[in-house]
T-cell receptor, first 114, second 114 residues
């Protein structure tokens, strides 16, 4: 089974621009979460989607948004980019079912804001 | 969610067992212990989880103390490819039917040396 895929893998943007990152979960997985990883703050939860609905949201400004499509694919958008948004953005998917679900992470998108 | 405490770093000789400790003294009865690892510049990888019984899979073993206040992840025969940051996470099983978010601490940087 193919793993979680994220596109693009690397991205360079300028301050003030916006960016859209894409995540395709493992086939059959319906839940997608996004995380931001920086050297200073570590791994931080952004938001989670299940059945096209945002279920949980981390402590990030409204410039960070996301959505999930009917095929479970997800996108996240960052508007008005700031230098501090430079980070590795990770997507994770999970199957919903009985018991305790584990999350499977993609390789991430490395965003550099100049 | 309960907090966890892990050593900042550990070394292990290749071929030997790596024992990574985690303290979670405030863990609640319905909280599971999860272990993930992150190899440099890759997404985190799920390793194993448990509630109170010891668990084993093809990657590792998880030993949870009887009072559940601490646990140990054991990699039985560490290889150079096991060099990574290992995260111990404690969380409830299921947030209202969705997977909920993972709260990553700083983890333990394990260096496997030849």
């Amino acid at each position: 089974k193919a793993g979680v895929t994220q596109t693009p893998r690397y991205l360079i943007k300028t301050r003030g621009q916006q960016v859209t990152l894409s995540c395709s979960p493992i086939s059959g997985h319906r839940s997608v979460s996004w995380y931001q990883q920086t050297p200073g703050q570590g791994l931080q939860f952004l938001f989670e989607y299940f059945s096209e609905t945002q279920r949980n949201k981390g402590n990030f400004p409204g410039r960070f948004s996301g959505r999930q499509f009917s095929n479970s694919r997800s996108e996240m958008n960052v508007s008005t980019l700031e230098l501090g948004d430079s980070a590795l953005y990770l997507c994770a998917s999970s199957s919903r079912g009985p018991g305790v679900p584990e999350q499977y992470f993609g390789p991430g998108t490395r965003l550099t804001v100049t | 969610d309960a907090k966890t405490t892990q050593p900042t770093s550990m070394d292990c000789a290749e071929g030997r067992a790596a024992n990574l400790p985690c303290n979670h003294s405030t863990i609640s009865g319905n909280e599971y212990v999860y272990w993930y690892r992150q190899i440099h510049s890759q997404g985190p990888q799920y390793i194993i989880h448990g509630l109170k019984n010891n668990e084993t899979n093809e990657m590792a073993s998880l030993i949870i103390t009887e009072d559940r206040k601490s646990s140990t992840l054991i990699l039985p025969h560490a290889t150079l490819r096991d060099t990574a940051v290992y995260y111990c996470i404690v969380r409830v099983a299921d947030y209202g039917g969705s997977q909920g978010n993972l709260i990553f601490g700083k983890g333990t940087k394990l260096s496997v040396k030849p």
